[in-house]
């Protein structure tokens, strides 16, 4: 049967809650400030909001049922989506059906995470029970170790070099700069990024993410009620997403949008190369390689000479991770999988709050989630137009 | 009561010298040991109760465990077969009086320096009463060969071919018991007994006959050198244990000085 | 990497806390580590497909099958190989820089491991499964081939070679070979421990200790002398070997009942006594240099499983200390406590009892080997291998072929 499209569906609405290194305020407290900015933006009140879809990693035996009590909200549609990386794609996914079905009207998509000195350490440790067996008793390095080997297997298949990492780092950092939320602020050269501290070989500092505390939002509802609220919004054009695939292969050299990527882009009714921005999932500068390999910009293993050839930057010929994604700005747990579309909608609106990408109408945003063991299990992607 | 008056002042004087001959309970010191089949007798075992700690703040106190034959101990007459069915032969029903009497003590120090084995004769015991006269009757027969004074391996002297210690031959006890009529028969070595007795006829003579008599035993006694030939008072009143076949206990000598 | 040679403490020097690796197994993953603690290297293997699960699963992940826990091949290849430099885990801070890799293994999954320096990507290596300081089971991945001694193996295991040993009872047959075995594979110091000194080792029919052992006074059925022994030498032992045992026939209806209250004594209370004394200062010193305290070693008689006949009483007393061992594995940890069962042994004990029997040398063989490899459970000699095998596929089962037999 042929997938139906999301006619009719769209996104508004973006808020993002300042991120902070470290923060004594409870998930809870992020994911209603989170809230409350969307109500206002929307300008609707609690009762009018009908949907709702939560993801977070710090809520502890909480899920999105007991936030709909500490929040005070009575949601017709609920959902909690305990996707990581992946979790923004998939709430929208769902949330989009459940609107142009009419389930719901209105679905408020809420990340946020605390973040203490000691959370996140607590939060790999007990990431899943694969990783608990089998991984985290190999120097109990969290993902590190498992994004290391995968980096350092693609590295001897590919040839990439440690530049082409770094050169994805550095355009994110410049995108950062401007990025009124992005915590890291310091700018960075690839002479830096080559000299930086080793954490796991080959990655160093600057290729994984600073663990912070964080929230994002942003609202899914039919283009009618969007118009009659006078929101700005973009459409979603297309949407996929898969979870553990390709589970043959000996080391994680593709995600699962190279299953469902001719689907998006058929969905879509665009080809890749025809899209304004991307947003990918940087949780390590590997992981955007397969996702520019995977959602067909390029061939397997071709990343590295692709992106040689690319500007990342806000102004350059392909835009990506326009706010410095998570690399600079940092991980707000379960937030890192909503940051791109938080992004995305508000370039695509003419919104930005940091580099403003000209004559923007189209972008992709996709997300990789929850490693486990030795990969990332999930894959999602969207194309999002103006 | 003017008599018991004076015993008083004189031990306070000085004038009677109590001494101890008792070892000290520990689980250093030896205890007999038998061929490995049969039954033994449990060393001196010593586990701490409390020393003001959590387990008991302001005390200090031990629990102990040990066999009726550990350290310096007391033989009742129904420890051995030929004195089980003896009237008041058990620990508790010996008359109280019986643990005080005379003593006599035969020094065999020079002769057991020089053979480990050295049995005492009755030609040994007659040869004595010449120089110390007649061993009186109801005395203690106390055997002193200073082996109180070796430690540890060369106390126990066991080899392969069995234990090597001073003690009497069957004649020289029948002797005690039957023309000397003794109250009992005292060693400093573990057992009454001579270390190779059970090679003897009857096996373990000082037990066989002095216990059939009903008479006492002592051993792992020490000090018997500070105790004239004759004269001194010993005080050894075991445990009441009921039906015990012995006990360890405090053995005291008074001695005139 | 070569096995670090022994240096003496800095005495000034702050000892390193015998902190633990992370863990928190699941029940494949416990299941994992037992077997690894005896040897074994065994994965669920799908009984419909074959298809072997890493990490362990509880369906087969191929064709949702049943899963039954089988040996498996240990080759492999290596796929990707990291560096560990930083880590958020206090243990693993100890001892960065951290060499893991991707190991793809011929049975058919993937598993993370422990690299050996030369396990370069590409190439084949051999995979052992070692019991970790938190007593879960880890990969090791060494060049296919490798022989010989390596600081990976090093670490994994409690080599008595250049340790500092203890062996209860010298006065025991089991204990004065494993005291010779010990000297003989190397170890530093050899501890060995005799009661009743006032009986000498002629009396009792015994040779003379091995050159390079030091006699020390120890009845593990005396308060004092366990207190003075830990006192002088606790900080010195590395490897307690508790060979400390009386077998002695007698059942429970007719056994001579000081037997009981003797085994009991020794086996049991001595135990108890010894580990309260030497046990803190042991696993202070767990994670102390290259060399830290690291093992101990408590011969159980297979008894203990199953008592065997006219031996009611004496496995009444096993089976105390067997539980007894078993808490010690957790109370004492990162100290690995090792259980050695054993069949009757060839003693003057059990004259009446067919072979085969134990004789000392091949229990100190094994204790040898099992240490090398830091194994938590082995049997030694026929009867305790047969038992143990029955008893860990149908306790119950193996206790009434024992019992039921006369």
Same mark, same amino acid.
């Given at each position: ?386 | ?51 003001? %700690? ?106 392969? %071919? ?96 | ?75 492999? $290849?290596?796929?990707? #190989? ?47 499964? #070692? ?48 005291? @010779? ?10 501890? @060995? ?69 003797? @085994? ?15 046990? $803190? ?51 004492? #940890?990162?100290?690995?406590? $090792? ?21 000392? #040398? ?45």
């Amino acid at each position: 049967m042929r997938r139906a499209g999301y006619d009719g569906v769209v996104l508004a609405c973006p808020i993002t809650v300042p991120y902070a290194r470290h923060s004594a305020r409870p998930a809870p407290w992020w994911i209603g400030r989170a809230l409350d900015g969307v109500l206002r933006a929307a300008g609707m009140q609690k009762p009018q909001l009908d949907g709702f879809a939560c993801s977070s990693f710090t809520l502890g035996t909480d899920s999105a049922v007991a936030i709909t009590q500490h929040l005070g909200i009575s949601p017709r549609w609920l959902d909690h989506v305990p996707m990581g990386g992946a979790s923004g794609l998939v709430a929208l996914r769902r949330a989009a059906r459940a609107v142009q079905a009419g389930d719901a009207d209105a679905v408020a998509v809420v990340a946020g995470d605390t973040n203490a000195p000691d959370s996140f350490r607590r939060l790999v440790s007990g990431f899943s029970r694969f990783s608990t067996d089998a991984v985290y008793p190999y120097g109990a390095g969290g993902p590190n170790l498992s994004f290391a080997l995968i980096t350092d297997a693609y590295m001897r298949r590919f040839g990439a070099r440690r530049e082409d990492f770094g050169r994805i780092c550095v355009a994110q950092r410049a995108n950062a700069l401007a990025y009124p939320y992005a915590l890291q602020k310091k700018p960075l050269g690839m002479a830096d990024y080559l000299a930086a501290r080793p954490i796991a070989d080959p990655l160093v500092l600057f290729d994984c993410v600073m663990p912070c505390a964080g929230a994002e939002a942003f609202l899914v509802l039919r283009e009618a009620d969007a118009r009659a609220a006078r929101l700005r919004y973009v459409h979603l054009a297309s949407a996929i997403e898969r979870h553990n695939a390709f589970p043959e292969d000996d080391v994680q050299l593709r995600g699962g949008w190279a299953a469902d990527a001719h689907e998006l882009w058929a969905m879509a009714g665009t080809p890749a190369d025809a899209v304004d921005i991307v947003e990918t999932y940087d949780d390590y500068p590997v992981i955007v390689m397969l996702q520019f390999e995977g959602l067909g910009f390029c061939a397997p293993g071709e990343a590295p000479s692709f992106l040689r050839g690319k500007d990342l930057t806000c102004s350059g010929d392909m835009p990506h991770n326009t706010s410095g994604g998570q690399l600079s700005v940092g991980q707000a747990g379960a937030a890192g999988g909503h940051l791109g579309i938080v992004e995305a909608i508000r370039q695509l609106t003419g919104a930005a709050l940091g580099v403003q990408v000209a004559k923007a109408s189209s972008a992709v945003v996709s997300g990789f989630g929850m490693i486990n063991y030795d990969r990332g299990l999930c894959s999602a992607a969207a194309v999002l137009t103006a | 009561m003017s008599m018991l008056a004076d015993f008083a002042a004189a031990i306070v004087s000085g004038k009677i010298k109590v001494i101890d001959l008792t070892q000290t309970l520990s689980p250093d010191f030896p205890t007999i040991q038998l061929p490995p089949e049969f039954g033994q007798c449990a060393p001196f075992r010593l586990e701490e109760v409390s020393r003001y %700690d959590a387990k008991g703040p302001a005390w200090y106190w031990n629990n102990f465990s040990c066999g009726e034959h550990t350290g310096t101990h007391f033989d009742a007459p129904v420890h051995w077969i030929s004195g089980r069915d003896l009237p008041n032969n058990t620990t508790d029903t010996i008359e109280a009086k019986n643990f005080i009497a005379p003593a006599v003590v035969l020094d065999c120090s020079k002769e057991s320096a020089a053979n480990a084995d050295f049995t005492l004769t009755k030609a040994f015991i007659l040869e004595w009463e010449k120089k110390h006269g007649r061993i009186p009757a109801k005395a203690w027969a106390l055997l002193r060969t200073d082996w109180s004074k070796k430690k540890g391996a060369d106390y126990a002297n066991v080899k392969a %071919d069995g234990a090597h210690t001073p003690g009497p031959d069957p004649e020289a006890v029948e002797f005690l018991v039957k023309e000397r009529d003794v109250f009992g028969f005292g060693t400093e070595t573990i057992g009454t007994d001579a270390g190779q007795a059970p090679h003897f006829t009857p096996p373990f003579p000082a037990h066989f006959f002095m216990h059939g008599a009903g008479r006492y035993g002592l051993q792992c006694l020490c000090n018997l050198d500070r105790l004239p030939p004759t004269g001194a008072v010993i005080i050894s009143p075991p445990l009441k244990i009921v039906g015990g076949s012995g006990s360890p206990l405090r053995v005291l000598a008074l001695v005139s000085s | 990497m070569k096995v670090p040679p022994r240096r003496k403490k800095n005495p000034l020097a702050v000892t390193r806390l015998p902190l633990l690796p992370p863990a928190a197994p699941s029940r494949g993953a416990l299941k994992l580590a037992t077997l690894a603690g005896q040897g074994r290297f065994a994965l669920p293997v799908c009984t419909a497909c074959g298809a072997v699960s890493y990490p362990a699963r509880d369906v087969c992940g191929a064709c949702l099958g049943e899963l039954a826990w089988r040996d498996v091949a240990d080759g492999g $290849t290596v796929l990707a #190989r990291t560096v560990l430099r930083a880590s958020g885990d206090v243990y693993f801070r100890q001892r960065l820089p951290v060499r893991a890799g991707l190991v793809g293994m011929d049975a058919g999954p993937r598993t993370v491991a422990f690299l050996h320096e030369d396990a370069e990507p590409g190439t084949r290596v051999r995979l052992t499964l #070692r019991l970790d300081k938190a007593d879960q089971a880890v990969m090791l991945a060494l060049p296919e081939g490798f022989a010989g001694e390596d600081a990976l193996l090093h670490a994994h295991g409690c080599s008595l070679r250049d340790r500092r040993v203890l062996v209860t009872d010298a006065r025991g047959s089991l204990g004065a070979a494993m005291a @010779a075995r010990a000297v003989a594979a190397g170890a530093r110091e050899v501890f @060995a421990g005799e009661a009743g000194t006032w009986t000498s080792r002629e009396a009792l029919g015994q040779s003379s200790l091995p050159e390079g052992v030091l006699p020390v006074p120890l009845d593990l059925t005396d308060e004092r002398s366990v207190r003075e022994f830990a006192a002088e030498f606790g900080g010195r032992v590395e490897i307690v070997i508790n060979t400390a045992m009386a077998p002695r026939p007698g059942s429970v209806t007719e056994g001579d009942p000081t037997r009981l209250r003797e @085994a009991m004594e020794l086996e049991v209370f001595g135990t108890a006594r010894l580990a309260r004394m030497l046990g $803190t200062a042991l696993r202070a010193r767990g994670a102390d240099g290259d060399y830290p305290a690291c093992a101990w070693v408590q011969a159980v008689s297979a008894d203990a499983l199953a008592p065997s006949p006219g031996y009611g009483a004496h496995a009444a007393a096993q089976a105390a200390a067997l539980s007894l061992a078993l808490s010690l594995r957790a109370e004492l #940890r990162p100290i690995r406590v $090792t259980t050695v069962f054993l069949g009757p042994l060839e003693d003057e004990w059990h004259q009446d009892v067919p072979p085969p029997k134990v004789a000392p #040398r091949a229990f100190a063989d094994a204790v040898a080997a099992a240490l090398e490899r830091g194994l938590e459970e082995i049997a030694v000699g026929d009867v305790a291998r047969h038992l143990l095998e029955r008893w860990r596929e149908d306790p119950t089962l193996a206790i009434r072929e024992t019992t039921h037999t006369s």
